[in-house]
């Protein structure tokens, strides 16, 4: 019997075809995103992070728009027509007198250097805003990012239990069958597994759930199956003392800066309010061409002159009063935001320092001693050597130690995403 050979053509088709099929689920499969990707990531596309970015760069135009000098004035008279015949002859603009006349503002006491001053300073006012609003959002990332771990880790977690769970129904079952287990027991440990179930399910829930939140700070449109994040999640403890947290956001606080700046700007203010007091004159220059002077030798005249306002009601008191108290009250705002530095950072720390507190003891003995409880239990219930009850109770008591301290991880990274919104920046290292 001879064999069939598949033709070259049809072979080659089918590779293409595994290969396209191939490609796919690796494009569908997007590489998990560490959280130095999701922050880089965040800060490149964030749409209301990106329209506050514009704030800074309007805030820079308007210091072409303070430094620009006053425009000179041209003026254009003409004057003298005459409307009858001279002579017999019609010359409707002999005698007309023309005059351009240019005219300019000085600004004095440094006006325009006082206004760009002023101007920069509010760029420099909105950039540290601009880095307050990325501080408070990054926070809300980290929150979220946070969130993921957290729920994929109480999924793992769910799963584990469901397939202990699933071999624990085996061995009751088996138990069963030998005689050794009544039915109502099995009935019973049998109803359980919807437990594990539900617990699944609502895991899945939360975890696509924080998912979504992320990819909404991302601005991804990439579909929650596909998307995923990794990192590490767990604790350290290691915490520095509180005075170095202090000094760093003290020097680190884009909000604080804010308020430092605006005491500058309003002194300058000031400055510009006592400069705007002063008299501008403005200086001008004519040229008169007048050919019916009785002079026949001076039809073509110059002239200059200057102009001085008398201010003498007006000296810009109330401009002058209002910047004064404008420095007041900023520095004012600059104590209490000073002192909002100290709260936040004296309020995250101690949150810091109690989950620490809190998760040591876990990882020192509690898991291991939940772990070792559960197994035993296990071991004799599988013997007989244990009642149902005692082994439902303690795989219960896991259960609960292993949510509680993945609960406690989660608030710990949360308030050292909060300790590094307190100082300005990430001094702890998730």
């Not at 002023?118 to 880095?131: D, F, K, L, P, V």
């Not at 993921?148 to 624990?168: N, S």
């Not at 956001?249 to 006592?274: E, G, M, W």
């Not at 001008?284 to 019916?292: D, E, I, P, V």
């Amino acid at each position: 019997m001879k064999s069939k050979q598949i033709p070259i053509v049809t072979r080659n088709i089918g590779g293409c075809i595994l290969g396209f099929l191939f490609l796919a689920s690796s494009a569908c499969a997007q590489q998990a995103l560490t959280w130095d990707q999701v922050k880089t990531k965040f800060e490149a596309v964030n749409p209301a992070l990106k329209a506050d970015a514009d704030n800074v760069d309007e805030m820079r135009a308007e210091e072409i728009t303070a430094f620009l000098r006053p425009n000179p004035q041209f003026t254009l008279s003409v004057d003298g027509n005459q409307a009858g015949p001279h002579n017999g002859v019609w010359t409707p603009f002999k005698g007309t007198t023309e005059q351009p006349n240019f005219s300019y503002l000085h600004e004095r006491e440094h006006k325009r250097e006082l206004r760009l001053e002023s101007a920069q300073e509010g760029t420099r006012i909105t950039q540290s805003q601009h880095e307050d609003l990325e501080r408070n959002m990054v926070f809300a990332l980290r929150t979220a990012f946070v969130a993921t771990l957290q729920a994929k880790f109480v999924l793992d977690l769910a799963r584990a239990d469901l397939e202990y769970y699933d071999h624990i129904i085996e061995i009751s079952r088996a138990r069963f069958n030998a005689g050794d287990l009544a039915q109502i027991d099995l009935d019973r440990i049998e109803l359980l597994r919807v437990q594990y179930e539900s617990e699944i399910e609502t895991a899945i829930v939360n975890l696509r759930t924080a998912k979504i939140q992320l990819l909404q700070l991302l601005n991804d449109r990439t579909p929650v199956d596909q998307f995923d994040v990794t990192g590490p999640f767990d604790f350290s403890d290691a915490l520095q003392p509180l005075e170095t947290y202090r000094d760093a956001a003290l020097a680190a606080r884009p909000d604080l800066q804010a308020a430092l700046q605006t005491i500058q700007q309003s002194v300058t203010n000031h400055k510009l309010a006592v400069a705007n007091g002063s008299t501008d004159p403005t200086f001008a220059g004519w040229f008169t061409n007048n050919s019916s002077t009785n002079n026949p030798n001076g039809p073509e005249t110059i002239g200059a002159s200057v102009s001085i306002p008398l201010r003498i009601f007006d000296h810009n008191q109330g401009e002058k009063k209002r910047t004064q108290i404008d420095i007041e009250r900023s520095q004012q705002a600059s104590e209490a935001a000073r002192a909002q530095v100290f709260s936040d950072v004296d309020t995250a720390y101690e949150l810091v320092r109690s989950n620490i507190a809190l998760l040591k003891p876990y990882k020192a003995r509690y898991n291991d001693q939940a772990l070792r409880v559960r197994d035993t239990v296990t071991f004799a219930y599988e013997h007989g050597g244990a009642s149902l009850m005692d082994f439902l109770n303690a795989q219960s008591d896991y259960r609960q130690v292993q949510l509680a301290y993945a609960q406690l991880i989660g608030a710990y990274l949360t308030a050292a995403g909060q300790l590094n919104l307190a100082i300005g920046h990430e001094e702890i290292q998730p």
